[in-house]
């Protein structure tokens, strides 16, 4: 199974600052990888997918990077909605799935 | 427009079966490459993925639990149904079905609302 490492598990910044966040892959997954944005009570919403692709209606301020075991997701400037919890998620041949253990981001 | 609507009891006890059925729309499950999959999460705890299905009727399933889940589809009626034997206290949490996109490389694009699970005697 591919395990995913997320770091750090929980980030404080302030509304308006950059935040890069990390996520290990145990194994080459590619650029089968997903980020998502999971706030209490609420589904968890898909916010990159191919490990840097924009999903529609997402804000600019949100990208992601990386290749292969190591990705990055990057807020530009955080806004006060962006206040929530992170999760990496590989689909390395559309097969085994696993989500990685979250990045709190907090004010 | 595509959206999704899990369904099943609120209230399991120890050692119980819990079925799941996720009703969707906007989409087909017969149409090539499309899946959709379960996800659950514990209270504070991080999102776990559970199990999917394709299309082609090919599933997998997460190997910590695949004893204990089963996953099937009823193309006609839209739905996926999940079935978890055996459930314990640490099976408490929501489960969310999602809608699998083949060309977002597979990832969970849409998801449903949710339900609680609370498995307690």
């Known amino acids: 199974d591919i395990q995913m490492t997320q770091s750090p598990s929980s980030l404080s910044a302030s509304v308006g600052a950059r935040v890069t966040m990390s996520c290990r892959a145990s194994?080459?997954?590619?650029?089968?990888l997903s980020w998502f944005q999971k706030q209490p009570g609420k589904a968890p919403k898909l916010l990159i997918y191919?490990?840097?692709n924009l999903q529609s209606g997402v804000p600019s301020r949100f990208s992601g990077s990386g290749y292969g075991t190591d990705f990055t997701l990057t807020i530009s400037t955080v806004q006060p909605e962006d206040f929530a919890t992170y999760y990496c998620?590989?689909?390395?041949?559309?097969?085994?799935?696993?989500f990685g253990q979250g990045t709190k981001l907090e004010i | 427009q595509i959206t999704l609507k899990e369904s099943g009891p609120t209230l399991v006890k120890p050692t119980q079966t819990l079925t799941l059925t996720c009703t969707f729309s906007?989409?087909?499950?017969?149409?090539?490459?499309?899946?959709v999959g379960w996800i659950r999460q514990p209270p504070g705890k991080a999102l776990d993925w559970l199990a999917h299905?394709?299309?082609?009727?090919?599933?997998y399933y997460n190997s910590f639990l695949r004893t204990r889940l089963t996953i099937t589809k009823d193309t006609s009626k839209n739905q996926v149904v999940l079935t978890m034997t055996d459930m314990h206290p640490e099976d408490t949490g929501t489960y969310y079905c999602?809608?699998?996109?083949?060309?977002?490389?597979?990832?969970?694009?849409?998801w449903g609302q949710g339900t609680l699970v609370t498995v307690s005697s």
């Open positions: 999602s809608h699998l996109n083949p060309s977002m490389s597979y990832s969970f694009q849409h």
């Open positions: 906007g989409f087909s499950l017969s149409t090539d490459a499309v899946g």
């Open positions: 299905i394709y299309w082609n009727d090919n599933n």
């Open positions: 191919g490990a840097s």
């Open positions: 998620q590989q689909s390395a041949g559309a097969l085994m799935y696993s």
């Open positions: 194994h080459n997954i590619g650029s089968y």
